[in-house]
């Protein structure tokens, strides 16, 4: 990783890639929170960084840890994505193999990929034959009626033998028709336990838990057995929460990162990126949460979201938002 290795935590927290949420705005912000936390990209998919007239690999310094996730089947094109990533200084690679959307599944990847484990194999392998990263997949437990826990091992059992060794295991089957991605993070049931006795009979692997989870308390309980946490919405909708991650979890003279405190340290990010084109609302869209459990949150939310949007709207727009909170 680009930045110092954690105090005492032996396995990792990360922040969920999510589309059109995580992107470099808001994983800048969420920097401003936790110094440890493991950020990702939104999912990029392999055909899109290679063919693309924008640059779906930017990213500021600030962000690292940073890992990548790519949407793909073909081990060529991922390969080469693996390549131009580790080139640019993003500290892991990982395939996305849990996505149920009709549009990645017409792309041929996602969750149906479950279905085809020696080509996520393959997939593996190439990129690790082009980059020294961690290689990592973030996976379901199952999918449709592919849901036991022989299909689950299987799975990992083919796609570790091309040299992955670490998953992040989204704690639910995915439903790939008849479901949307919002009912697939929230109709099939969560199975905690069947992440935690993967975790068991594959010791030598690196195992992460995903789904549902929104405290730190739960945060510490999957801990104790299996080696990471990865938390999604909660983190986007309440980044109050990763105030406390690096205290928690990290080391124990951290500080913890009260919400005011992250929102004006965005204020040089904010200025900079206004002078080279940006919009004020594209960036503190992923702000809006901050100040969840406080009062004047609100009024918060308002004013930046009838104001952000209008030509000229500057710092002060942000601080006038800002007045409406009571510590």
């Not at 080509?119 to 592919?146: N, Y």
């Amino acid at each position: 990783m680009t930045q110092n290795q954690p105090h005492f935590y032996p396995g990792r927290f990360s922040v969920a890639p999510m589309l059109d949420w995580t992107t470099r705005h808001c994983r800048y912000f969420h920097r401003q929170f936790s110094r440890y936390a493991l950020l990702y990209t939104e999912m990029v998919t392999a055909p899109a960084v290679i063919h693309a007239k924008y640059d779906h690999l930017a990213f500021n310094s600030a962000e690292h840890p940073l890992a990548l996730q790519l949407g793909g089947s073909d081990p060529a094109q991922l390969a080469q994505c693996a390549e131009l990533a580790q080139q640019r200084g993003y500290d892991e690679i990982n395939l996305n193999v849990g996505c149920p959307s009709d549009r990645v599944q017409n792309g041929r990847f996602g969750a149906c990929l479950m279905a085809e484990a020696d080509l996520v194999a393959k997939c593996v392998a190439e990129i690790k034959a082009v980059v020294s990263l961690p290689v990592t997949v973030k996976t379901r437990i199952g999918i449709d009626q592919f849901d036991s826990y022989e299909f689950l091992c299987d799975f990992i059992r083919r796609v570790q033998q091309a040299g992955c060794n670490e998953f992040i295991i989204h704690a639910r089957k995915a439903w790939l028709s008849g479901l949307s991605p919002k009912e697939n993070r929230e109709i099939p049931p969560l199975d905690y336990e069947r992440v935690y006795t993967l975790k068991r009979d594959f010791p030598h692997l690196r195992i992460s838990i995903n789904g549902g989870i929104k405290t730190l308390e739960e945060i510490k309980r999957h801990l104790q057995f299996v080696d990471g946490v990865m938390v999604g919405r909660e983190a986007y909708q309440n980044p109050s929460l990763l105030g406390h991650i690096d205290q928690a979890l990290f080391d124990p003279a951290a500080p913890v990162i009260p919400p005011r405190r992250a929102v004006e340290n965005m204020f040089p990010y904010i200025e900079k990126e206004l002078t080279q084109g940006a919009q004020l609302n594209h960036i503190v869209r992923h702000m809006l949460g901050a100040f969840q459990h406080c009062k004047g949150a609100r009024q918060w939310r308002r004013h930046l979201s009838e104001n952000a949007h209008k030509p000229g709207a500057g710092i002060e727009t942000l601080e006038q938002a800002l007045a409406y909170i009571e510590d």
